[in-house]
């Protein structure tokens, strides 16, 4: 049973340039969040996908955009690349509502670095 | 609003020896909590979580956690440690349906 499969593994990108991070979850699951964690922090929610719309949102900047397509898999888009985007970007996967909490699987993640 | 203190960056401690990696967290309501597990290189493992019912849970790879109310507590502890369990270790507080998490452990084994 695949868990969840995140690409690329790592990115160079320079700043101004946008980015797409893919991610596809865990069989059975139908939510996908995606997290930031910059070096030497914990992880910090960016935002949920549900039904391919937009279910919550944490304190990221209308640049961080994403979309979730009809098969669950998902995509981060980020523009405008600042240094400080410079990140692993991990993707968790879950079953909807009150089950989400119990159940999240985690990528591996994208590292992202900006120069 | 929601928030956890790990109070230890980093925690050395020897082969065979036991550990307590510290966890507070914030909350006006009840809330679930959760302790994850980061290798070199790698996304997060679930470690074990705490839903409701018996206040002491156990979780994968001789970890277990006890969670103290009236303390905001949520501390992580093994008997016996191996050079394996050398990684990052997070708690993470969810109501929401997000995780929100601390700025880690970093538990080191040394032989």
């Known amino acids: 049973d695949a868990g969840v499969t995140q690409s690329p593994t790592h990115l160079i990108k320079t700043r101004g340039q946008q980015v797409t991070l893919r991610c596809s979850p865990k069989s059975g699951h139908d939510t996908v969040s995606w997290y930031q964690q910059a070096l030497g922090q914990g992880p910090q929610f960016i935002f949920q996908y549900y039904e391919e719309e937009e279910r919550q949102r944490g304190n990221f900047p209308d640049r961080f955009s994403g979309h979730q397509f009809p098969n669950y898999s998902s995509e981060l888009n980020v523009n405008a690349l600042l240094l400080g985007d410079s990140a692993l970007y991990l993707c968790?996967?879950?079953?909807?509502?009150?089950?989400?909490?119990?159940?999240?699987?985690f990528g591996s993640g994208t590292r992202l670095t900006v120069v | 609003a929601q928030s956890v203190t790990q109070l230890d960056s980093q925690v050395p401690v020897f082969e065979e020896a036991p550990v307590e990696l510290r966890c507070n967290y914030s909350s006006s309501v009840s809330v679930y909590l959760f302790w994850y597990v980061q290798y070199p290189n790698q996304g997060l493992q679930l470690l074990l979580k705490?839903?409701?019912?018996?206040?002491l849970v156990k979780g994968i790879n001789g970890f277990e956690a006890e969670f103290n109310k009236s303390q905001t507590s949520f501390h992580l502890r093994k008997p016996s440690v191996h050079i394996s369990d050398t990684a990052e270790y997070f708690c993470?507080?969810?109501?929401?349906?997000?995780?929100?998490f601390g700025t880690g452990t970093r538990l080191q084994v040394f032989p």
């Open positions: 968790a996967s879950s079953l909807a509502w009150a089950e989400s909490n119990y159940g999240y699987t």
């Open positions: 705490y839903l409701s019912g018996s206040t």
């Open positions: 993470a507080v969810s109501k929401t349906d997000k995780l929100i």
